[in-house]
């Protein structure tokens, strides 16, 4: 069911500016679809963000946050060519892990 | 000579009242503006990749060799240059018929399945819609330059353009009713009028487009369909020539202009 996200990381000095689109639900639990069930609850909960296979963002996340979310976060003492990696974990277990290499900022 | 003169400056005044944007408009431009740069069309972009190179289908092939009318495979530039005449099928078709047409032929699929649910849903985007957005995406800050070379494809136009102006139905409707007139709107949506060049391109630009409301995207085939359902008209068949003409009427009005992929809207 997880989709590929769609991250982009580009550097502005030694900081890399990362924005990441998430292809989610995220279902509240209080939707009731058309036979008037409640939609179950399936959103992310947690977000983590590696350079380099090191953990330099985490974020949890509630039901609150719309549907394909994005996300944007800024690592210092970046460079160009790093490897970025975002994961996110759903209240099911689904999880997701994409990774991009670090562009040189214009 | 006097005269001349008094008419020209009366034109410029029109213009300027016809140009000056409506307050609500402008926030919903600046709101839209600031949605574009992470634009949720680009997680259909993705999929849509994903759908065009992987063997899929009874066939179990790519469509990796389907022709867009630059040559099998060639994607780059594509969109901006339909609807245009296919001779393998001696009609015009439009982006997503023409991808229909290539899951038909080459992967196997059939077009009573693809047709059963064609537009998207809060559950599901059917696999064409995530196909045609990757494929506009590829002709992206490229100008519109649908042909009009091939007798078919200036007949195309002209039928495009009688059923634009066709009145029918239960609210005796036409196209024109609504996007044939300045200024019109429905509710807080500025309609624009697709009779007029400098307008028409808004019937091709931010389409395949990312609707917040619901999240979910929309191609030109689901907005030909639901223009058709707000006048009270029988639904176009899915990926139809009706549809196909319709928007080669509005494409090539607006050609010359250029597309700036994959939109969003509210």
């Known amino acids: ?106 | 000579m006097k005269r001349v003169l008094v008419l020209g400056t009366l034109a410029v005044a029109c213009a300027a009242a016809a140009q000056t944007p409506d307050p609500t408009a402008a926030e919903f431009d600046k709101f839209r503006e600031i949605m574009e740069q992470d634009n949720p069309a680009e997680l259909f972009e993705v999929k849509g990749e994903e759908l065009w190179r992987k063997p899929r289908g009874p066939k179990n092939a790519s469509l990796e060799k389907c022709d867009l009318g630059l040559g099998p495979g060639v994607v780059k530039g594509a969109y901006a240059q339909m609807p245009r005449y296919f001779a393998d099928v001696d009609r015009v078709m439009d982006a997503e018929a023409r991808i229909v047409h290539c899951m038909i032929t080459l992967q196997g699929f059939t077009y009573a399945e693809l047709a059963k649910q064609p537009f998207s849903s809060l559950t599901r985007t059917p696999d064409p819609v995530s196909i045609v957005t990757y494929v506009a995406a590829q002709s992206r800050g490229m100008k519109l330059a649908a042909p009009q070379n091939h007798p078919k494809e200036r007949d195309t136009y002209e039928a495009g353009k009688a059923i634009f102006f066709y009145r029918a139905g239960s609210f005796d409707f036409s196209c024109t009713s609504c996007h044939g007139v300045d200024g019109q709107r429905i509710r807080t949506q500025p309609l624009p009028n697709f009779t007029k060049p400098e307008q028409a391109i808004r019937a091709v630009q931010g389409w395949p487009g990312y609707r917040m409301t619901g999240g979910v995207m929309h191609s030109l085939q689901w907005r030909m369909n639901d223009c058709y359902r707000q006048q009270r008209f029988p639904e176009p068949g899915y990926a139809s020539e009706t549809v196909s003409a319709l928007l080669s009427y509005l494409t090539v009005n607006a050609n010359g202009q250029v597309y700036r992929g994959p939109g969003i809207k509210r």
């Open chain 1, 1 to 106: 069911m997880a989709e590929p996200m769609k991250i982009r990381a580009t550097l502005q000095g030694d900081v890399a500016d990362v924005r990441v689109l998430m292809a989610h639900p995220m279902e509240t639990g209080q939707r009731k679809d058309a036979a008037g069930k409640l939609v179950p609850l399936h959103f992310i909960q947690t977000i983590t963000g590696q350079l380099n296979g090191k953990t330099v963002f985490t974020a949890d996340v509630s039901q609150a946050v719309s549907r394909n979310p994005v996300f944007a976060f800024k690592v210092k003492g970046a460079k160009a060519g790093d490897k970025l990696s975002v994961t996110w974990q759903d209240n099911t277990g689904d999880k997701r892990t994409d990774e991009v290499v670090i562009r040189a900022g214009s």
